[in-house]
């Protein structure tokens, strides 16, 4: 005789929609900030402060399923081994922004990023084809990004000394 059982399929894995999702809610709220930063010219309403800081909680979710798929979360590897990951190395200076003052220079890497990833997601070969061109304009915004933090650092403006010491040594490990 045949029995007939019931086959449990293996559930599906919701990081994937999760890591979308993530870098959806960062490219949405930080061109958000952007719009709204290029029309008003305004740093200190409570719009671009909102999109600047959900837009910094999408990197968060987006670049911590990307560790968890990378290591399993709960079983990290060593600490030496998990910041020499840029992965990880941009989720703790997302952080760091979080807590420091809004920059159009500070989201602009993650804004790019998400562009690609999601590009990328959906096979559109028009945005993967200018990778080297959005890879370069990471490269000059991280640069720039030095001199507008020392002159904050210089003009007392907030945790900006924080931020330079921290990003110093950001830049440090990626060198």
Do not use: C
């Not at 650092?153 to 990626?174: A, H, P």
Request: aromatic share 18%; glycine share 4%.
């Amino acid at each position: 005789q045949k029995k007939l059982r019931k086959i449990n399929k293996p559930k599906k894995s919701n990081e994937k929609t999760l890591w979308l999702v993530g870098h959806s809610i960062t490219l949405f709220f930080s061109i958000l900030y952007m719009m709204y930063y290029v029309q008003r010219k305004s740093k200190t309403h409570l719009v671009p402060w909102l999109a600047y800081k959900f837009a910094l909680m999408g990197v968060w979710l987006s670049y911590t399923i990307s560790l968890n798929t990378q290591y399993n979360l709960k079983s990290l590897p060593h600490y030496g081994s998990l910041i020499a990951t840029e992965n990880f190395q941009y989720l703790l200076l997302s952080v760091v922004w979080f807590f420091n003052r809004s920059s159009l220079f500070k989201i602009l890497p993650y804004t790019i990023l998400s562009i690609l990833h999601i590009s990328n997601n959906f096979k559109l070969n028009a945005v993967l084809k200018q990778e080297k061109l959005f890879a370069y304009i990471i490269l000059y915004n991280e640069l720039f990004l030095f001199p507008v933090l020392f002159v904050d650092t210089i003009l007392l403006k907030g945790t900006s000394g924080y931020g330079l010491v921290i990003y110093t040594m950001f830049v440090w490990l990626r060198i």
